[in-house]
């Protein structure tokens, strides 16, 4: 069914439930569009996602929005951009609750048709990206190609999208496909450092072509899926399942910029994004370090 900013629910409990149907639905970008349009005028000031969640941040990310009052479900949805914000962070960031949901709602009819949306809205020209949506003026400087770039449900598509018609790179013997790089005996914590610094590899050759960027994301693609594989002795389960969980993460949006070079993306834009997914891969492992015996 698709969700409109009109299928508003009047009670609080039914609003949680709806935002977390909603955060997972590629319509996203249409009710942001619509509930801009609604409150292009709004004369309060404008609030961050931060100063929205406060200190429900983390309980979001962890268990949904039941954790968000009533007040803080009207901000967002007052200022929607930062739902859009809020689907970034889930994709990046969101525990096992958010992952479930995604991979329920992946039946075959869903995949074929969010395939065929993800690949409109990556496909987008400039010009496009770049034209004021009249229906919708207080969120004209958001770009379409990035809108599709960040929905959350394209982890669960991307790699129907592009890996059943084509291998990725082989991985030579780099990162967390280099030899040995997940067989150390070593505590848990330096173990994850390691892998750190395993991951800190990618910078270690430039990516100065379109052709090189991709060649490098397959590759650092593959050392995710080498990672998801691997029993990780050295860890407690615990740290397993969030490591495995985090890697899950980190591949599907690995296989969004993927699919964005392979629809024309900027060159730029993409090198640099990819640089900013593995400075926040790498700062993940090291702060998870610090929480282990």
Known sequence: MMLTAFDLPE??????????????????ISVVSQLSAVH???SDTELSLE??????????LQQGCRELSSQQIQQLLTHPARLLELQERLFLEGGAYWQDRILAKSDAAEVSQSQQWLQDQVGETQSAEEKTVQQAPAYKTVSYRKIGLLGFVS???????VFLNQEPAPAPGWGWN????????VPASEYLNKLADSAEEW?????????????RLKQFRAG????????????????RAWLVERCQIWAGKLDTQIVALNQGADFKTADAEADALIRKLVDALRTRATTVS
């Open 155 to 161: 982890a669960a598509l991307i790699l129907l999208a």
């Open 11 to 28: 009670e609080t409990d039914e609003l949680q439930q709806w935002l977390d149907e909603l955060l997972i639905k590629p319509e996203l």
């Open 224 to 239: 995710c899926e080498t990672l998801i594989n691997a029993p990780h002795p050295q860890l407690s389960a615990d740290d």
């Open 178 to 185: 280099r030899p040995g790089a997940l067989t150390a005996d």
């Open 40 to 42: 292009a005028n709004a």
């Open 51 to 60: 100063q929205i969640l406060q200190e429900q941040a983390d309980a979001v």
């Open 203 to 215: 910078f270690n050759k430039p990516t100065d072509t379109k052709a090189a960027l991709e060649t």
